[in-house]
Antibody, heavy 121, light 108 residues
Framework: QVQLVESGGGVVQPGRSLRLSCAAS????????IHWVRQGPGKGLEWVAV????????YFADSVKGRFTISRDNSKNTLSLQMNSLRTEDTAVYYC??????????????WGQGTMVTVSS | EIVLTQSPGTLSLSPGERATLSCRAS???????LAWYQQKPGQAPRLLIY???SRATGIPDRFSGGASGTDFALTISRLEPEDFAVYYC?????????FGPGTTVDIK
């Protein structure tokens, strides 16, 4: 079935880096943009970043711009979020999510289960 | 950046009652690019409504969405026990694709 599975979360010290992955299955990954959305403990949803189906276009929230990068490998059906210079406020569950149509201007109908990132000394 | 404001913050209702949730945008948002999501504790969000008024696949018809200018609404005609959750609106017409702060619908 259509599925997204995140991995790579964990505990990391402020200022360090972490790389999250999102593995896709059950659909033509190379035809879809993919978003990252996060949710801090007890907080609401915060959109983080999106990458186009071919990897050529990327957009980021101001809160992560310059610190996070996003990439994809369509041959492996995987997406990555490289998080550098992590701050305590980056602590959150990170979800990858697929728009219901191919481009990023569409609502998110498929979500992963999330992976927890804790930034703490 | 488009800021979405949701009201009320919490809605306390009983099963069978009607729920009306509001989402107001800080500037014009094309109705084509407004979605509603439901989230239950420990779960990922679930898409309910896209394009302001179109139900996503498998969503019961007690959920409906509407729009008037910069004001959007999600209506649950008769609350079922499984509908008590947090609801978020999101616009996706331009980056950043911001979410509203959410409305909690809890049992009265």
């Amino acid at each position: 079935q259509v599925q997204l599975v995140e991995s790579g979360g964990g505990v990391v010290q402020p200022g360090r880096s972490l790389r999250l992955s999102c593995a896709a299955s059950g659909f033509t990954f190379s035809s879809y943009a993919i978003h990252w959305v996060r949710q801090g403990p007890g907080k609401g949803l915060e959109w983080v970043a999106v990458i186009s189906y071919d990897g050529n276009n990327k957009y980021f929230a101001d809160s992560v711009k310059g610190r996070f990068t996003i990439s994809r490998d369509n041959s492996k059906n995987t997406l990555s979020l490289q998080m550098n210079s992590l701050r305590t406020e980056d602590t959150a569950v990170y979800y990858c999510a697929r728009p219901h149509s191919g481009n990023y201007f569409a609502a998110l109908d498929i979500w992963g289960q999330g992976t927890m990132v804790t930034v703490s000394s | 950046e488009i800021v979405l404001t949701q009201s009320p913050g919490t809605l306390s209702l009983s099963p069978g009652e009607r729920a009306t949730l509001s989402c107001r945008a800080s500037q014009s948002v094309s109705s084509s690019y407004l979605a509603w999501y439901q989230q239950k504790p420990g779960q990922a969000p679930r898409l309910l409504i896209y394009g302001a008024s179109s139900r996503a696949t498998g969503i019961p018809d007690r959920f409906s969405g509407g729009a008037s200018g910069t004001d959007f609404a999600l209506t649950i005609s008769r609350l079922e026990p499984e509908d008590f959750a947090v609801y978020y609106c999101q616009h996706y017409g331009t980056s950043p694709f911001t979410f509203g702060p959410g409305t909690t619908v809890d049992i009265k």
